[in-house]
């Protein structure tokens, strides 16, 4: 469903190290209706729910609630650490279109 980098992997590894948290506490991603293409990525971290989709990878994981999986499926889960934008980054193979700060997306029509 969806694929972390090795650098998404040690910098959710940190992440979590960083605030102490619980052994089963992940990075929920979220779509959300907003932003300037209509749909905006939420992230944080947060403990596992009934009904998330939990996809594991090197003892981290990335929690995804039934809705977002819709616009997540296939994508691809990056940290970026730049000179001008530092943070994880994904790459929606569902998007037909993305703004240009890259936190919201237009969603590819069904059918």
């Not at 980098?5 to 590894?13: E, G, N, R, W």
């Not at 039934?66 to 193979?93: H, M, Q, W």
């Not at 703004?99 to 969603?107: A, L, R």
């Amino acid at each position: 469903m969806i694929t972390l980098t090795p650098s998404a992997v040690a910098h959710l590894k940190a992440l979590i190290q960083s605030q102490n948290a619980a052994p089963d506490v992940g990075l929920r991603l979220q779509i959300e209706k907003g932003g300037c293409a209509g749909m905006q990525y939420a992230m944080k971290l947060d403990e596992f729910r009934q009904g998330d989709e939990r996809i594991a990878t090197e003892d981290v994981s990335v929690l995804v609630d039934a809705e977002s999986a819709l616009f997540l499926r296939g994508c691809t889960l990056d940290y970026v650490d730049s000179l001008n934008d530092s943070g994880f980054k994904i790459e929606n193979p569902n998007a037909v279109r993305s703004c240009g700060c890259g936190t919201s997306f237009e969603p590819k029509q069904e059918g």
